[in-house]
Each structure stands twice: as structure tokens, then as C-alpha cells.
């Protein structure tokens, strides 16, 4: 890819740029068209849809990087036997890079649905291709070659709001200081740009955003798309977490028309694990978020539909063949013949008074790469004793100079597995305060100066000059948007499940016939991500009963 790809990268060069073989190329006609382009042809422009992977017959085509704050830079150049893609042309989104035909080409264009077609029917083929358009995507984003250009202070809330979003929705993207870097001058200066006006983002379209809203910006990048409203899915999964997305999976590779909804990002709260090491198959331990890729990118591999973020508001009943409509964003609605229930868990927050004034800029609710570049060669405190705690404050140990955990229990060992309580106690730079709590956060502009804590059993209060905080106390059911849908909840706003809501119910479906919860959110389950891909492989099932008893399954085009 480009000169600052990893050597891990540099080291896969022949799986991610693979020259297929004259019987390959056979194998793959069928799925594609015929295309000349003549020398100088822009075949593929950033931040527009490609027209789908171009198999290279004949003739030469140059990679280069979005241009907008300088030259385009060259990436790669592509020759016959080489395809032109990566995974924007998995979904139809649009393109991350353009590609220009250097000399007269001769190429096979395959649409995006055609090259799920071939990945399922071509399986050792696809598995290749599969791999290459991972194994790009990849370097993209370790380059930091292609997609959007986010301009502003570091340190800035907004900023760190933009890269995390775009962070955890696995696009490739910049980040310029616009007190230094000479580009980012140059940007603010052509278009006037206020400096309070900061941070601004340069989409891959060319179009420059003023401190955009998540949603803004996806639908700036192609992320977010407008929904068919005609169209009538077997299925509307609500949440992308582990159990929402191995739903996806399990449905749609088994027929069913899927779409996917998140408020925030694919991944959920396994998505903030630094580093799970107690999932089966992944002997030496796999990131949450490499783990949610995964996921997320097989399952648009079935052809699931993707439409992240954007908040589902109200589940309804309704006609015309859709058994449910599910308000969301925008005023748009998913029509579906059943729903499942995924939306997992929202973080809890401390109860302190100023705990607002800090979010986002000194207190964290995940522990990434972009938070440890922040705080590194620091002192931090992190609050929590669960697994999710004992990983961030691990992985935050080998960034940071020292991590002092805080936990109101007397001891890990109730709540925290073994591994993790012994690979803590190993690390000379954590210190953990037994029986301790949060009493205080001092700062100024947003930024965190001082933190007091206080011994439950003693009283004794302590103020140590900390700049971050990182809160893993768990999370509430993210189910407020239930409440006027007629599924039963618990007393602590978990959704009911089963036969004692709802006698002839099966173990997963709620008081609503065809509405199902799955995973954290869903009253009695195991909390944890295993247990939720089990249910969401465990829920097709109940799907294909009800939909069976209930309705045609709807018609693929």
C-alpha cells in the first residue's frame, strides 16, 4: 500500500494483492462484464460508488490517495491478473481511493452483488479475495491513506469524537493538528475557516463538514444510506453487537433478507475490549474490535444490510405484508415481518456533578489506541472490576506510565476472572485500591486536573493530579426506547423472554409474537460475548419457526 504500511502488512503483500491465474479469471467471467477504458479514464473516483471489483485483463492502473488538502499520492499500481478493490465494494459503499487507468485496460467489472454471488458459489476463490479485501482495508487504515481528513486541535473533545466513531466503524481516516501541520493551515485558510469553528472534516467527495454529527458524517462518507422504504425484510435486527451480528450472520446466510441497525457503531461493548483472551479458537487472544470486524464484514458477505448509525425509536405494528415497522433517524422506517432485539447495554456513568464537563476529552469509556496516545507517559486512574476493566487496565499499562485501578469491592476475584486477576497483580505499574470510590473531579476548559477518592471503609480521601479517567462500571439495558412498544420488561428494564411472559413462547421471543431479545439485553442471560453468538446463532432457528407459521419468507430480487 502506501510507504508507511506496517511491516506486518508489507510482510502479506502477496495475499493482498494476489495475481490470479488464466483458470481464475475463467471461474470469474461469469459473474462480471466486459469494460475497455481508454488511458487517463477515471475508473474509480474517491467518495464515489465504484461500479464493483475490475478484474485487469490487459494494461495498468494506478492507485492513488483522495486528493482535496495536496497532490494525489500514489498507492499502488495494478496490472493484468490484479483486481481493483477492497471491502467499500463488498456493501456498494463508496470508494476510499480513486483508480485511473494508465495505459489502455481491458477489464471484467463484477457488482457488488455478483461478488457476494461468487464468494458463496466460488468458495476457495472467494476465500482469496475475501482475504485480499480485509487484508487492504487494513492497510488503509494503518496507513492512513484514504477516507475522511479530520482537522483540529488534538486534545479537542470533538476531535477525539470524530476519530472514535470512525475508529470503531472500521474506516480508514487522518487526523491533522491545526495549530502545526502545514496542510491543515493551508485547508483552514482557503476556505476561512474560524478557528472556534474547529474541528472540520474533509469527506473523500470533496465536501468539508463543520464539527459534524456522527450521522452526518456517515451518511458524508456512505456509511449511512437511505432506507428502501418499499422494501419488506424477513428481518430487522436491532443492535450490532456479538449477538445482533452472529444473528445477521446465521439469517442471512441461510436465506433470510437482513437488515442491521446501531445507534453508535458495530462491535458494542466487545468492540472496547483491548484484548479477549478467553473466546474459544483464539488461543493467543483476539481484540474486541478485530473480533467485531470480523463479524461485521462477514456478514455483509451474505449480503446483511447495514445501517449504522442510526436509532431505532419506536417498534410498531403494520400492514402491506410487514408484520413490524421500526421507526428510526430521520424519519425513515424498516418494515419487517419479524424483529430481534440486540440492543445490548449502555454505559454506566459515576454520580458526580461535573462528570459531563469531562466526557470526551478527559474521561473515557474505552481504552484504544487513540486514548493511550493521549495519555501516554501518564499517571491514569480507571474505575471497575469486571473483565472489561482488568483488560483496559492491562492493556493501558504497557502505554502509560501508571494505571491506578479503583474498586468499590474488597477484592477482583468475585467479579474479575483468574487470568486477569493474576496478569494485574503481575504489573508493576498498577496499583488497585481495594474498596474505593470516585469523590471527586477538578479541572478547568474541560480538562481534567485533579481526582479525589475515598476508602469506603475509612473515610480517608486522597487528591492525586490525574488528567484521565476511564470508567468500566458496567451498563444499564439500552431498552428506553421500548417502553411504549409492548414488550414486557423486568424491573430493571430487561426485556421478558419465554414461555412465563407469554405462554407457547419459545425460550427467546418476547410478550410481542416475532419480536425476539437476544444477548445482554434480554432477562436472564450470560453476559458475555460467547454466550451471546451462541443466542444470536440459537435465534435463526426461532425465526425460521415463526416465519414459517406466520409468512412467506420475502421475495430476493
Known amino acids: 500500500m502506501a510507504p508507511s504500511v506496517s511491516p506486518t502488512i508489507a510482510a502479506r503483500r502477496d495475499q493482498m494483492f494476489p495475481i490470479l491465474t488464466d483458470a481464475d479469471i475463467e471461474r ?5 462484464e466486459a469494460r475497455a477504458y481508454a488511458a487517463g479514464d477515471h475508473i474509480v473516483t474517491a467518495g464515489a460508488v465504484s461500479p464493483g471489483v475490475i478484474l485487469i485483463l490487459s494494461g495498468k492502473v494506478d492507485i492513488t490517495q483522495a486528493g482535496g488538502i495536496g497532490p494525489r499520492e500514489p498507492i499502488i499500481s495494478y496490472g493484468a491478473g490484479n483486481f481493483v478493490g477492497e471491502l467499500a465494494q463488498l ?5 476510499l481511493v480513486n483508480a485511473e487507468a494508465a495505459s489502455p485496460v481491458e477489464a471484467i467489472v463484477i457488482p457488488s452483488q455478483r461478488l457476494r454471488d461468487l464468494m458463496v458459489q466460488e468458495a476457495n476463490l472467494g476465500e482469496r479475495i475475501m482475504r485480499a479485501l480485509i487484508l487492504r482495508r487494513v492497510g488503509l487504515l494503518e496507513s492512513g ?25 472500521g474506516l480508514p481516516h487522518r487526523a491533522l493538528d491545526s495549530d502545526t501541520d502545514p496542510c491543515a493551515k493551508t485547508l483552514i485558510e482557503r476556505f476561512h475557516v474560524d478557528p ?5 472534516v474533509l469527506c473523500p467527495n470533496g465536501k468539508l463538514m463543520h464539527n459534524p454529527g456522527e450521522t452526518e458524517l456517515a451518511r458524508c462518507v456512505g456509511l449511512l444510506r437511505p432506507i428502501d422504504a418499499d422494501k419488506v425484510y424477513d428481518v430487522a435486527i436491532v443492535g450490532a453487537g456479538p449477538a445482533g451480528l452472529a444473528a445477521a450472520v446465521y439469517a442471512a446466510s441461510e436465506g433470510l433478507s437482513t437488515i442491521v441497525l446501531d445507534c453508535r457503531a ?9 484484548r479477549i483472551e478467553n473466546y474459544l479458537g483464539f488461543p493467543t487472544g483476539i481484540t474486541g474490535m478485530a473480533l467485531m470486524a470480523r463479524a461485521y464484514n462477514q456478514a455483509q458477505k451474505f449480503g446483511v444490510e447495514m445501517v449504522i448509525p442510526d ?27 419479524a424483529v430481534v432485539i440486540a440492543s445490548g447495554a449502555r454505559y454506566r456513568r459515576l454520580d458526580i456533578a461535573n462528570l459531563a464537563q469531562f466526557e470526551g476529552t478527559s474521561v473515557h469509556y474505552w481504552a484504544s489506541p487513540i486514548e493511550a496516545r493521549l495519555c501516554q507517559d501518564q499517571e491514569v486512574a480507571l474505575v471497575g472490576a469486571g473483565n472489561s476493566a482488568g483488560q483496559a487496565a492491562v492493556y493501558l499499562a504497557s502505554q502509560v506510565r501508571k494505571v491506578t485501578l479503583l474498586a468499590r469491592r474488597d477484592s477482583l476475584d468475585a467479579t474479575m476472572s483468574r487470568y486477569l486477576v493474576e496478569r494485574i497483580a503481575a504489573q508493576p505499574n498498577i496499583e488497585v485500591l481495594t474498596e474505593t470510590e470516585v469523590a471527586a473531579l477538578d479541572g478547568s476548559e474541560g480538562n481534567l486536573e485533579r481526582l479525589r477518592w475515598r476508602n469506603r471503609a475509612t473515610g480517608e480521601e486522597t487528591t492525586r493530579a490525574i488528567h484521565h479517567l476511564f470508567l468500566f462500571i458496567g451498563a444499564d439495558p439500552n431498552t428506553d426506547w421500548l417502553a411504549n412498544c409492548n414488550v414486557a420488561l423486568d424491573a430493571k428494564g430487561f426485556v421478558r423472554t419465554g414461555p412465563d411472559t407469554t405462554p407457547g413462547h419459545g425460550l427467546m421471543e418476547t410478550s410481542r409474537s416475532g419480536v425476539f431479545a437476544i444477548g445482554d ?8 460475548v460467547a454466550a451471546a453468538v451462541g443466542e444470536g446463532a440459537q435465534v435463526v432457528a426461532a425465526l425460521h419457526a415463526y416465519l414459517a407459521r406466520n409468512d412467506e419468507p420475502a421475495r430476493r430480487a
Open 145 to 169: 491513506a484514504g477516507g475522511p481528513v479530520v482537522i483540529g486541535p488534538p486534545g479537542n473533545g470533538d476531535v477525539l469524537r470524530l476519530q472514535g466513531f470512525l475508529r470503531r466503524s
Open 28 to 32: 470469474m467471467r461469469r459473474f462480471g
Open 266 to 274: 458495530f462491535g458494542g461493548q466487545a468492540g472496547a475490549s483491548a
Open 196 to 200: 472556534h469553528h474547529l474541528p472540520i
Open 91 to 95: 456493501s456498494n459503499r463508496p470508494s
Open 311 to 337: 436509532e431505532a425509536k419506536l417498534l410498531d405494528d403494520a400492514g402491506d405484508g410487514a408484520r413490524y415497522r421500526l421507526s428510526i433517524g430521520d424519519g425513515e422506517t424498516v418494515r419487517s415481518r
Open 521 to 528: 439485553v434480554r432477562c436472564g442471560s450470560t453476559k458475555r
